[in-house]
C-alpha cells in the first residue's frame, strides 16, 4: 500500500508538472511571437532613436491609455480584440507583471482613464471599473455606464478618450464595407461620463479608430478607414480635422475629399463635405494616432502627429504596417508625412511578403518616450530618444 500511494503520488505530481508546462506553452502560442522572435534588428528609425520591447505578454494589443502614474511607477492598460483588458504594471520605463482584469468581454477595444476609473468599450456597451488602480490582482465587476450603442460587429469595435472637456468620444462605424446606413451609425459622438447628454461631433465618417487633441487649440482630430474593393490604389485613409461639431467628413458619398463612390456618388458632390487634412494611403488601415507632447524627442518633433498604420488587407502589393510621422505648420496644414518605424513588413530578394507585426495605437508617455502596440505579435514596445 505505501508503494501504491508513493505510485500515484509521483503519477499525480507527473500530472501536474506537465499540465504547468501544457499551460505555459499555451500561452506562449496565444502571445502569437515569443519575444526572442520579435525582430527588432529589422526596424528602422530616424538616427538616435531606439525601440525596445516593454512586454510581448499582451497578446492582441490594441488601445493603450494610461492609469495611475507617479514617480516612473504607474499602470499601463490595454484593450484587445479576444475579450480581455489587461493592466500592465509600469516601474521606471519596465513592464514589472501582466494582469488580466476583464474578460468574455465583445471586442473590448477601446480603454480610457479618468480619476482612478477605466471605462472600457464593448461594442453596444460603455463599461466602467471603479478603483482599479489597486484592484489589479481582484478586478472589480464591470459597471455599465451605457448600453445605447448599436450591437453590429462589422466596425463595431471602438477606440474611446476623454477630450479636453471631460467628455468621452466614442466612434460609430458604419455596419459594412460600404452602405448609407442610419444614423446611429458612421459618426464619433461625445457623452459625459456617466453616459448622458450623448452629442454628434462629426458626421460622414466611415471608421475612426483614433483619434486626439491638438495641444495648441485643442481642436479634434481623427483618422479615417476608406472603403474596400476599390482597386489597390483608392481611396486613401484619411486623417481629419474637426473644426467645429457637426461637420460631414464625406461617407458614402465622396472619399479621400475628392473621389465620389461609385454607388453613392452621385447622391451628394464632394465640395460639400470637409476634406482630409491628409491622405494617408490606400488601404493602410491608419488605426491609434496622437500628437507628440513629450519632451524627450528633439524639439521639431513636438506636436507632430503619431499614427499607427495596422496594414492592408485587400491589395496586391501590401503597404502600411508602420508608424508615421505627420509634421504640421502654425496653421494646420501638413507640411510632410514620412516614416516613423518600419520593417514588421518585409519582402525577399524574389519580393515574397512577409509581416511580422502590426502597429494598432501609439501613446506618449510621462517620460517623453512612444509606446507602440502591436496586436499580431502581441506585444508593446518603446521608443526613446538617445542620440
Given at each position: 500500500?505505501?508503494?501504491?500511494?508513493?505510485?500515484?503520488?509521483a503519477?499525480?505530481?507527473?500530472?501536474?508538472?506537465?499540465?504547468?508546462?501544457?499551460?505555459?506553452?499555451?500561452?506562449?502560442?496565444?502571445?502569437?511571437?515569443?519575444?526572442?522572435?520579435?525582430?527588432?534588428?529589422?526596424?528602422?528609425?530616424?538616427?538616435?532613436?531606439?525601440?525596445?520591447?516593454?512586454t510581448?505578454?499582451?497578446?492582441?494589443a490594441?488601445?493603450?491609455?494610461?492609469?495611475?502614474?507617479?514617480?516612473?511607477?504607474?499602470?499601463?492598460?490595454?484593450?484587445?480584440?479576444?475579450?480581455k483588458?489587461y493592466?500592465?504594471?509600469?516601474?521606471q520605463?519596465?513592464?514589472?507583471?501582466?494582469?488580466?482584469?476583464?474578460?468574455?468581454?465583445?471586442?473590448?477595444?477601446?480603454?480610457?482613464?479618468r480619476?482612478?476609473?477605466?471605462?472600457?468599450?464593448?461594442?453596444?456597451r460603455?463599461?466602467?471599473?471603479?478603483?482599479?488602480d489597486?484592484?489589479?490582482?481582484?478586478?472589480?465587476?464591470p459597471?455599465?455606464?451605457?448600453?445605447?450603442?448599436p450591437?453590429?460587429?462589422?466596425?463595431?469595435?471602438?477606440?474611446?478618450?476623454?477630450?479636453?472637456?471631460?467628455w468621452?468620444?466614442?466612434?460609430?462605424?458604419?455596419?459594412?464595407?460600404?452602405?448609407?446606413?442610419?444614423?446611429?451609425?458612421?459618426?464619433?459622438?461625445?457623452?459625459?461620463?456617466?453616459?448622458?447628454?450623448?452629442?454628434?461631433?462629426?458626421?460622414?465618417?466611415r471608421?475612426?479608430?483614433?483619434?486626439?487633441?491638438?495641444?495648441?487649440?485643442?481642436?479634434?482630430?481623427?483618422t479615417?478607414?476608406?472603403?474596400?474593393?476599390?482597386?489597390?490604389?483608392?481611396?486613401?485613409?484619411e486623417?481629419?480635422?474637426?473644426e467645429?461639431?457637426?461637420?460631414?467628413f464625406?461617407?458614402?458619398?465622396?472619399?479621400?475629399?475628392?473621389?465620389?463612390?461609385?454607388?453613392?456618388?452621385?447622391?451628394r458632390?464632394?465640395?460639400?463635405?470637409?476634406?482630409?487634412?491628409?491622405?494617408?494611403?490606400?488601404?493602410?488601415?491608419?488605426?491609434?494616432?496622437?500628437?507628440?507632447?513629450?519632451?524627450?524627442?528633439?524639439?521639431?518633433?513636438?506636436?507632430n502627429?503619431?499614427?499607427?498604420?495596422?496594414?492592408?488587407?485587400?491589395?496586391?502589393?501590401?503597404?502600411?504596417y508602420?508608424?508615421?510621422?505627420?509634421v504640421?505648420?502654425?496653421?494646420?496644414?501638413?507640411?510632410?508625412?514620412?516614416?516613423f518605424?518600419?520593417?514588421?513588413?518585409?519582402?525577399?530578394?524574389?519580393?515574397?511578403?512577409?509581416?511580422?507585426?502590426?502597429?494598432?495605437?501609439?501613446?506618449?508617455?510621462?517620460?517623453?518616450?512612444?509606446?507602440i502596440?502591436?496586436?499580431?505579435?502581441?506585444?508593446?514596445y518603446?521608443?526613446?530618444?538617445?542620440?
Amino acid at each position: 500500500m505505501p508503494m501504491c500511494r508513493s505510485l500515484t503520488a509521483a503519477m499525480q505530481g507527473f500530472r501536474r508538472r506537465l499540465l504547468s508546462i501544457t499551460l505555459i506553452l499555451l500561452g506562449l502560442l496565444t502571445n502569437g511571437t515569443l519575444a526572442a522572435n520579435l525582430r527588432l534588428d529589422a526596424l528602422r528609425l530616424p538616427p538616435g532613436f531606439h525601440i525596445e520591447v516593454l512586454t510581448d505578454a499582451v497578446p492582441n494589443a490594441r488601445q493603450m491609455t494610461l492609469g495611475r502614474y507617479a514617480d516612473g511607477r504607474g499602470v499601463l492598460y490595454v484593450g484587445s480584440m479576444s475579450g480581455k483588458v489587461y493592466a500592465v504594471e509600469l516601474e521606471q520605463g519596465r513592464a514589472r507583471a501582466v494582469h488580466t482584469i476583464a474578460s468574455g468581454l465583445p471586442m473590448p477595444v477601446g480603454v480610457a482613464y479618468r480619476d482612478g476609473q477605466l471605462y472600457v468599450s464593448a461594442v453596444s456597451r460603455i463599461l466602467r471599473l471603479d478603483g482599479i488602480d489597486d484592484r489589479l490582482s481582484n478586478p472589480p465587476r464591470p459597471v455599465v455606464v451605457t448600453d445605447r450603442f448599436p450591437s453590429a460587429t462589422h466596425h463595431g469595435w471602438k477606440f474611446i478618450a476623454f477630450g479636453p472637456d471631460g467628455w468621452l468620444y466614442v466612434p460609430v462605424g458604419a455596419p459594412c464595407n460600404i452602405c448609407n446606413p442610419d444614423a446611429r451609425f458612421a459618426n464619433i459622438q461625445r457623452m459625459k461620463p456617466d453616459g448622458s447628454a450623448v452629442e454628434v461631433v462629426a458626421l460622414g465618417v466611415r471608421n475612426s479608430v483614433g483619434f486626439d487633441w491638438n495641444p495648441t487649440d485643442h481642436s479634434f482630430w481623427f483618422t479615417d478607414n476608406g472603403r474596400d474593393m476599390m482597386g489597390d490604389d483608392l481611396p486613401g485613409d484619411e486623417l481629419n480635422h474637426v473644426e467645429k461639431p457637426g461637420q460631414h467628413f464625406g461617407y458614402p458619398y465622396c472619399h479621400q475629399g475628392d473621389t465620389p463612390d461609385p454607388e453613392f456618388g452621385t447622391q451628394r458632390k464632394c465640395a460639400e463635405f470637409v476634406p482630409p487634412v491628409d491622405k494617408l494611403g490606400p488601404h493602410i488601415a491608419a488605426l491609434g494616432m496622437r500628437f507628440y507632447t513629450g519632451k524627450l524627442f528633439p524639439d521639431e518633433y513636438r506636436n507632430n502627429v503619431f499614427i499607427a498604420e495596422h496594414g492592408s488587407w485587400n491589395r496586391s502589393k501590401k503597404t502600411g504596417y508602420r508608424v508615421v510621422r505627420v509634421v504640421l505648420d502654425s496653421r494646420n496644414r501638413v507640411v510632410r508625412h514620412e516614416p516613423f518605424v518600419e520593417g514588421w513588413l518585409q519582402r525577399d530578394a524574389r519580393g515574397k511578403e512577409s509581416v511580422w507585426g502590426r502597429p494598432v495605437d501609439v501613446l506618449v508617455m510621462p517620460d517623453g518616450s512612444l509606446l507602440i502596440s502591436d496586436d499580431l505579435a502581441g506585444a508593446i514596445y518603446r521608443v526613446r530618444y538617445a542620440p
